[in-house]
């Protein structure tokens, strides 16, 4: 039976391998830096950070790409990989929010090692105007339609404050953008066919201050009792 091509329409990829992908992607270019051409699933998979099973499983839905006794070529099953989520191409990207989180997005170096170039950085506050952040000269929020329709952008960023983050969304589907990452503290509504990450900091931090205060009461429950003196009389 011959394995479907990576573009087969037909053949469904569960997401919880989707978001597993840029993983692997990432440990893959991490064993290529230090100059590794073959790597075995066990060792891809402690440098991503899963069980080789489920490593296995994941790729298993790309094609056959590993030999057996030699294991994966880092280089091709890294290029497989790209092609599968789409970053052998360069995704034009627009940032709505222009604030300090919009500002360390803007100069973050990794979107385009990663295959997404930043071509418009947008703000509603018209003293923002002009200002040159990361080579990239602020505009007014008006400009979004013309700006998409001269990139052909379908990727928004929205790192606006929470009140202001739906009317983007609103304003970025109703022009043709069909993908949003989401940094604001809030939850958008949009229609279906539409694709939405969120990526909320202060909830990732609560979730580990869970786990430290189940640390830290762990440790008491653990903790020896010291002996209490005996007061009585001899």
């Not at 222009?98 to 018209?126: M, T």
């Not at 003293?127 to 379908?154: M, Q, T, W, Y």
């Amino acid at each position: 039976m011959t394995a479907r091509s990576s573009t087969d329409p037909a053949r469904v990829i569960p997401e919880a391998t989707v978001a597993r992908l840029p993983v692997y992607l990432r440990a893959l270019t991490a064993l290529a830096d230090t100059g590794i051409r073959t790597c075995s699933s066990e060792d891809l998979a402690t440098a991503a950070g899963v069980n080789s099973a489920k490593l296995r499983k994941d790729l298993s839905y790309l094609g056959s790409y590993g030999t057996r006794g030699v294991g994966y070529d880092v280089d091709y099953l890294r290029y497989q990989i790209a092609r599968e989520i789409g970053v052998t191409q360069d995704w034009p990207v627009v940032i709505v929010g222009i604030g300090n989180l919009g500002h360390a997005l803007a100069n973050y170096s990794g979107f385009r090692s990663r295959g997404f170039r930043v071509v418009a950085l947008l703000d509603a506050d018209p003293s923002l105007s002009g200002e040159i952040v990361a080579g990239v000269a602020v505009r007014p929020f008006d400009e979004l339609e013309a700006i998409v329709h001269d990139h052909d952008v379908a990727i928004g960023v929205i790192a606006t404050p929470a009140s202001a983050a739906q009317d983007v969304a609103d304003r970025m589907v109703a022009i043709g953008i069909t993908s949003i990452l989401n940094f604001a503290p809030s939850v958008l509504s949009v229609p279906e066919g539409v694709d939405v990450r969120k990526v909320d900091l202060s909830i990732e931090l609560q979730i580990l201050a869970y786990h430290e205060q189940r640390k830290a009461n762990g440790a008491e429950a653990a903790a020896p009792v010291a002996p209490v003196a005996d007061g009585g009389a001899a």
